[in-house]
């Protein structure tokens, strides 16, 4: 065995990885400086590192550990399948047993209208195909003119150039300048943060309707599809207005351009339900599937999608040329199988709809209470806090914006909780496995952090 175990002293370690590896999302400079954290082992809602403590991982990894971690049901799959055929491809007019399975699996578990699915290894991936989908649906069926892909500011849907592209993160925008052309980007649903002296049912209609200005804009016959995470993720957990996805819906319908829900998060029973779509009853045309798929003990992703587009992308005939040497890996489909069985068979999807998600939805609103807390929201196993320097006032911000959330961040990793900081909203997302004692501490840890952050804000008169 030549893996690289707990093998070597933290610090040594960390010398070798600040030698060597260039982390994905992070100032490089200043984390060598820092010293990274070691991860060693994980099992159910719990981290351990390297110097042995034990963390609860409130973040399910980035938002994909659905199962909890160390599941021997998938690593023995993924094992079974490995020694019968641990790689071939999907080209050439071959399939595979596993991919075959998954592929049936999905077309089960999603919407009634979606019956195919195209994989890929990732939600950037996805996007990327969904970006080339939509335009080659188009052209099959004789309009190649329509090409302008809409999506969110704040939205986002992987960091691929055309991830990056339909996501509406400017910090990422400016970096090698994009987006790309054919892109184009209308405000998000974020009361919170931008709803000014509108309601929240007000707000929704009036952000809604930047959509049917955007298209008339643009030109309706030049644009492709609209592109959404049902609840925004790496944004900051931004649930919309309940007044927002009915009026896009209704401006949808009316409008002759395809609509893309992206489930890389929503998807697979965050939000109680097999899909985001689901429990906002929006009826997508294409679906971009990733993490929750696999628990991310592998990486896959994939689209899918419905009859409409099946229709263009199938029916009329004629290669589409795209694909991945990894689509539909025989080790990543087994890997998924085996997911989607424990999910099924441990009733995930009523476990968060029915028991963990109120019970910590409940908890977690509490939180809403608190002298830092301007909001506490949550759906399904999905929630944000927005710290904020004057309670009762949200047009008021800390002065240098995600300092507050960083130092809030840091805190609750000392207190044992993975915690993820947005601007200076801590977010969590945790495993679907979360047990009643488990949530209690989620929520008691979170307390103990709010009030260390709250104190240090006091004693350096940022509050
Ligand atoms: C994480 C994410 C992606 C990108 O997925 P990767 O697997 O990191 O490429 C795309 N869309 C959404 C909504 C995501 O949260």
Request: one cysteine or more; aromatic letters at 8%.
């Amino acid at each position: 065995m030549t893996a690289v175990s707990n093998i070597y002293p933290t610090a040594s370690l960390q010398a070798i990885d600040a030698a060597h590896h260039i982390h994905p999302f992070t100032d490089t400079k200043e984390l060598n400086e820092e010293g990274t954290r070691i991860i060693t082992r994980a099992d159910g809602v719990w981290l351990t590192d390297s110097d042995g403590n034990r963390i609860m991982d409130g973040m399910a990894g980035l938002w994909c550990v659905q199962v909890g971690h160390g599941r021997p049901e998938i690593a023995d799959a993924v094992h079974k399948q490995m020694s019968e055929l641990s790689y071939y491809n999907t080209f050439f007019k071959t399939t595979h047993p596993p991919v075959v399975a998954l592929a049936e699996k999905l077309a089960q578990l999603a919407p009634p209208h979606m019956n195919h699915v195209f994989f890929c290894s990732s939600g950037s991936e996805a996007n990327d195909t969904v970006f080339r989908m939509v335009r080659h649906y188009w052209a099959q069926m004789g309009k190649p003119e329509k090409q302008v892909i809409i999506g969110r500011w704040n939205g986002y849907h992987g960091s691929t150039v055309a991830g990056t592209s339909l996501g509406g993160m400017k910090a990422m925008h400016e970096q090698g300048n994009m987006p790309i052309p054919g892109v184009h980007h209308v405000d998000q649903p974020y009361w919170f943060g931008e709803g000014g002296d509108m309601s929240s049912d007000e707000f929704g209609i009036h952000v809604a309707r930047k959509l049917v200005q955007a298209i008339d804009e643009i030109g309706e016959d030049k644009v492709a599809a609209f592109i959404a995470e049902p609840i925004q993720g790496a944004g900051g957990v931004i649930i919309p207005p309940e007044t927002y996805w009915p009026e896009v819906k209704r401006i949808l319908k009316e409008r002759d351009i395809l609509f893309v829900a992206d489930e890389v998060i929503c998807g697979f029973g965050r939000l109680g339900t097999w899909f985001g779509s689901e429990y906002f009853g929006l009826e997508p045309d294409l679906m971009p599937i990733a993490k929750g798929l696999s628990s991310g003990y592998l990486p896959i992703g994939g689209v899918l999608v419905s009859d409409r587009v099946c229709e263009g992308l199938i029916d009329k005939g004629g290669e589409f040329y795209h694909g991945y040497t990894y689509s539909g890996h025989p080790a990543c489909a087994a890997a998924a199988l085996a997911n989607l069985e424990i999910m099924e068979s441990e009733n995930l999807i009523g476990y968060v709809a029915d028991d963990i998600g109120p019970y910590l939805q409940q908890r977690w609103k509490a939180l809403g209470d608190h002298p830092l807390v301007g909001e506490a929201r949550m759906v399904g196993l999905m929630g944000a806090i927005e710290l904020v320097p004057n309670k009762g006032d949200r047009s008021v911000k800390f002065a240098h914006e995600g300092s507050v959330g960083t130092m809030c961040r840091d805190l609750s990793f000392q207190n044992g909780l993975v915690m993820r900081a947005v601007r200076d909203s801590m977010i969590i997302s945790p495993p679907l496995v979360l047990s009643h004692e488990e949530a209690d501490l989620l929520v008691a840890t979170t307390k103990k952090t709010l009030d260390a952050t709250y104190n240090e804000l006091k004693r350096t008169g940022q509050v």
